[in-house]
C-alpha cells in the first residue's frame, strides 16, 4: 500500500488542513463513510443530528470533490438516495488525518 501524499505546508511551515474536509459536518460525514460501504441520507442526517439543508449542502459539496458518489433510486415507490465514499475520497481523508497529527504533534501522545 503505497504512503499517503504528504500534506503541503504552509509558509509558517505547518501542515495545510483540507478545506473541503475540514469542516466539521464534512469530516463526520466521511469519518461515517468511511466504516460502511454505502449510507442512505435519513442514516446520515440521524448520526449527525444535521437538518436535511444543511447535510444536502455538505454532501454536495464532497460530491464536488469527487469524495462521495451519489445513487438516487425508489424503493417501494419512495425516493432513497444512497452515498458511498469514493477512492479520492479516502485517499483525501487520510491524508487530511495524517497533516493534523503531523500538525498537533506530541500533543495527541498525552
Known amino acids: 500500500m503505497p504512503e499517503p501524499e504528504v ?3 504552509t509558509e509558517t511551515g505547518l501542515p495545510e488542513l483540507n478545506p473541503v474536509i475540514h469542516g466539521k459536518l464534512r469530516l463526520a460525514l ?12 435519513t442514516w446520515l442526517r440521524a448520526k449527525t443530528g444535521s ?14 470533490a469527487g469524495y462521495v458518489e ?3 433510486k425508489f424503493v417501494m ?7 458511498r465514499m469514493t477512492p479520492a475520497g ?6 487530511y488525518v495524517q497533516a493534523l ?4 504533534g506530541s500533543a495527541i501522545n498525552v
Open 51 to 64: 437538518t436535511d439543508g444543511n447535510l444536502g449542502a455538505q454532501l454536495l459539496k464532497l460530491e464536488e
Open 30 to 41: 466521511l469519518s461515517l463513510l468511511s466504516t460502511v460501504e454505502e449510507a442512505e441520507f
Open 101 to 104: 497529527k503531523r500538525l498537533l
Open 90 to 95: 479516502r485517499e483525501a481523508l487520510t491524508d
Open 7 to 9: 500534506a503541503p505546508a
Open 70 to 72: 451519489v445513487e438516487k
Open 77 to 83: 415507490r419512495k425516493p432513497q438516495t444512497l452515498y
